[in-house]
């Protein structure tokens, strides 16, 4: 098995594309085979400078090693499209030659006033056609389609038959002697011997002018996977670079993990035999196949995007995790007598990204100016009433425990033992207590972890300004 990972440097990697390479990649894992990298650059118009590393370096920070490409090498290269450009106009002539494809002459001004193009030039003299050609006349190469229909069969989507009337006969060679990107895909796909062909289904309404291609020219047809639809969320068609989604960098530095994006995105239209949602990319490489892939579009939910990478936060390792987290942990507290590593411990297992960090540590370094009504929680069976006097009496004998005690389990165990003495549920006391030290409706730590982060004096300080508000 060969596949390939064909796009274009025309910007960032989109979640799309990169769900592309990844089937491509897990195919040929999978299989034994070999994934090949190939730059499709024919459309110089839309280029832009730097994107062919932009897609090596999201390639390797998610994992994706190619056999063979532009940077790597390899047998049946170059595997830049630029780089082609001999190949193409050889079998572009050689197809003319075949009868499956005539040159054209005609200019802008006469094709403008076309819905499409009307083969003017398909009956023209061969004696006039090499006249023209000799003069230097500019011209473009098209593919002739021939009359009735064409059958194709996708491992996805099953046999699909187009009437050729349906059909233009698109240009594949254009007047600057570059290929289009229908007829160089072809042409490079027959020449590096791909045998699996997995890109978008919007490729689909152009497989049957590939394969007339494949049968003019006497070449073999490949196998053609074509993946489902990713839909915005909310609606709006289907997620798009042109609309500016999901480009995997952008996830990237709002602290999204590559693993666990590169996890969310195989989800995006496949689904695994068991049920399991959390893979790593070793794992993929064993369970993926075609079988599993649907016909039906896929919704981007960063909401599930954001509990997948939840979910390798939880399970990274804490220096690993601190590693990644320290930048965010020290932007977001500027205190020096905070327990950094503490703060990062008590976050780790509640966030979804690293960026969340932000808001969940935005109290410690000032308490937020925050109303009394905070202290009413129906589910903790607490009230204002219920706060003031649990504040009231907690501060003292939070005062008289020493430095050796100061810290998260003791601390958690005097909160306890206090609700038992006053026959209050533990919740009528961390509630109110966590409320004062924080003055948020949540926080990525209880009450004993605050109390332990902030300090005897701080905690003491917040707790009475807790009860300056509850006073009125």
């Known amino acids: 098995m060969r596949t390939r990972f064909a796009p274009s440097p025309t910007g960032y990697i989109h979640l799309g594309t990169l769900r592309t390479a990844l089937f491509g990649y897990l195919m040929a894992r999978k299989m034994g085979g070999t994934f090949v990298l190939r730059i499709e650059d024919t459309d110089q118009e839309r280029f832009v400078a730097d994107s062919t590393q932009s897609i090596y370096n999201a390639l390797r920070i998610a994992g994706i090693k190619h056999d063979e490409g532009p940077d790597v090498g390899g047998e049946y290269g170059p595997y830049i499209q630029s780089e082609r450009k001999s190949d193409y106009l050889k079998y572009a002539k050689e197809l003319v030659a075949k009868g499956g494809g005539y040159y054209c002459f005609c200019d802008k001004t006469r094709l403008e006033g076309l819905e499409s193009y009307d083969r003017?030039?398909?009956?023209?003299?061969?004696?006039?056609?090499?006249?023209?050609?000799?003069?230097?006349?500019?011209?473009?190469?098209?593919?002739?389609?021939?009359?009735?229909?064409?059958?194709?069969?996708?491992?996805?989507?099953?046999?699909?038959?187009?009437?050729?009337?349906?059909?233009?006969?698109?240009?594949?060679?254009?007047?600057?002697?570059?290929?289009?990107?229908?007829?160089?895909?072809?042409?490079?796909?027959?020449?590096?011997?791909?045998?699996?062909?997995?890109?978008?289904?919007?490729?689909?309404?152009?497989?049957?002018?590939?394969?007339?291609?494949?049968?003019?020219?006497?070449?073999?047809?490949?196998?053609?996977?074509?993946?489902?639809?990713?839909?915005?969320?909310?609606?709006?068609?289907?997620?798009?670079?042109r609309h500016g989604d999901a480009f995997f960098e952008d996830f990237l530095a709002k602290g999204f993990l590559p693993e666990a994006i590169v996890n969310y995105v195989v989800l995006l239209g496949w689904s695994p035999t068991d049920n399991r949602e959390i893979y790593s990319l070793a794992e993929l490489e064993q369970v993926f196949s075609a079988e599993g892939i649907s016909k039906s579009p896929s919704t981007f939910d960063i909401a599930k995007l954001r509990w997948v990478n939840g979910e390798y936060l939880k399970a990274m390792d804490f220096d690993k995790f601190y590693a990644l987290a320290q930048s965010h942990v020290a932007d977001a507290v500027k205190k020096q007598d905070v327990d950094r590593q503490a703060l990062a411990r008590m976050v780790q297992s509640r966030i979804s990204a690293l960026d969340d960090i932000a808001e969940a540590l935005d109290f410690i370094d000032n308490l937020p100016e925050y109303d009394t009504t905070l202290y009413v929680h129906k589910k903790s069976k607490c009230d204002e009433a219920i706060a003031r006097d649990v504040l009231t009496k907690i501060a003292p004998r939070l005062a008289e425990i020493d430095?050796?005690?100061?810290?998260?389990?003791?601390?958690?165990?005097?909160?306890?033992?206090?609700?038992?003495?006053?026959?209050?549920?533990?919740?009528?006391?961390?509630?109110?207590?966590?409320?004062?030290?924080?003055?948020?409706?949540?926080?990525?730590?209880?009450?004993?972890?605050?109390?332990?982060?902030?300090?005897?004096?701080?905690?003491?300080?917040?707790?009475?300004?807790?009860?300056?508000?509850?006073a009125g």
């Open 120 to 241: 003017h030039c398909y009956e023209l003299p061969a004696d006039e056609i090499e006249k023209r050609l000799e003069s230097g006349m500019a011209y473009v190469i098209r593919q002739l389609i021939p009359e009735g229909k064409t059958t194709f069969v996708d491992q996805v989507f099953g046999e699909i038959t187009v009437e050729n009337a349906e059909l233009e006969d698109q240009v594949l060679i254009k007047s600057d002697g570059m290929p289009t990107y229908n007829f160089a895909n072809v042409v490079d796909d027959h020449l590096m011997e791909m045998t699996h062909v997995i890109r978008g289904s919007e490729f689909l309404t152009s497989t049957p002018k590939y394969n007339l291609l494949y049968n003019a020219l006497g070449w073999e047809i490949p196998t053609y996977i074509h993946l489902p639809l990713i839909l915005r969320e909310g609606g709006g068609g289907k997620l798009s670079k």
């Open 403 to 470: 430095d050796n005690g100061w810290n998260g389990s003791d601390l958690y165990k005097f909160l306890t033992e206090f609700a038992a003495e006053a026959e209050l549920k533990n919740s009528q006391v961390l509630w109110p207590v966590r409320t004062a030290l924080s003055g948020k409706p949540a926080t990525p730590g209880g009450s004993s972890d605050l109390l332990a982060i902030l300090g005897k004096a701080e905690s003491l300080a917040r707790i009475q300004r807790g009860l300056e508000l509850l």
